[in-house]
């Protein structure tokens, strides 16, 4: 986009724990609610992303996970409110690491879809939104879980639902 007039700017500095650090050895002996728990403890670093959009909390139990963050203007698209894929990746964190909770020790996952139905429109106004995920069903192979996001007035502003595909360590 070329500039033609100086605009009033703001700036963020974003520091997160480089990727592969902590002990592997360790991460792959838990299972996934204990893989989560151990990143909420410190003891491994969390996922570069929840520093990178402003995550403030990820509270866990087996098949449900809650994840805060506080609406920001560094979220917003051209038209004033916080964009699709901002409020969709927090979808997808709580509902991935809803599944994520019932990993046993050797198994991995991946999202193969996710389908986002948007509310309302989510502003700075719209204060600490929290998203919270949980499994619907788990199979051997798949699991089926969903997200809700609502705003720090309690309104639901989004849902969505997620299907994961789950495998063995070396598959």
């Known amino acids: 986009m070329t500039q033609t007039q100086p605009f009033e700017t703001d700036s963020r500095t974003v520091t997160w724990a480089t990727p592969g650090q902590g002990d ?15 990143m909420r403890a410190g003891e491994l670093p969390p996922p570069p992303i929840m520093d990178t959009l402003g995550m403030t909390d990820m509270r866990v139990e087996r098949g449900r996970v809650v994840v805060e963050m506080p609406a ?11 964009h699709g ?3 969709s990746t927090l979808l ?40 919270e995920g949980t499994v619907i069903s788990r199979g051997r192979r798949t699991a089926l879980a969903q997200a809700q ?22 598959d």
């Open 149 to 170: 996001l609502t705003d720090e007035a309690g309104r639901l502003v989004a849902h969505a639902t997620s299907t994961c595909l789950i495998m063995r360590a070396g």
């Open 24 to 38: 592997l050895t360790r991460l792959l002996e838990l299972d996934g609610l204990g893989q989560l728990e151990a």
């Open 85 to 87: 894929g901002v409020i």
């Open 72 to 82: 920001a203007e560094f979220h917003y698209n051209p038209l004033g409110s916080v």
């Open 92 to 131: 997808d964190t709580a509902a991935a690491c809803s599944v994520h909770t019932t990993l046993a020790v050797g198994e991995l996952y991946t999202s193969v879809d996710l389908t986002v139905k948007f509310l309302r429109p989510v502003t700075v106004g719209s204060g600490l939104l929290t998203c």
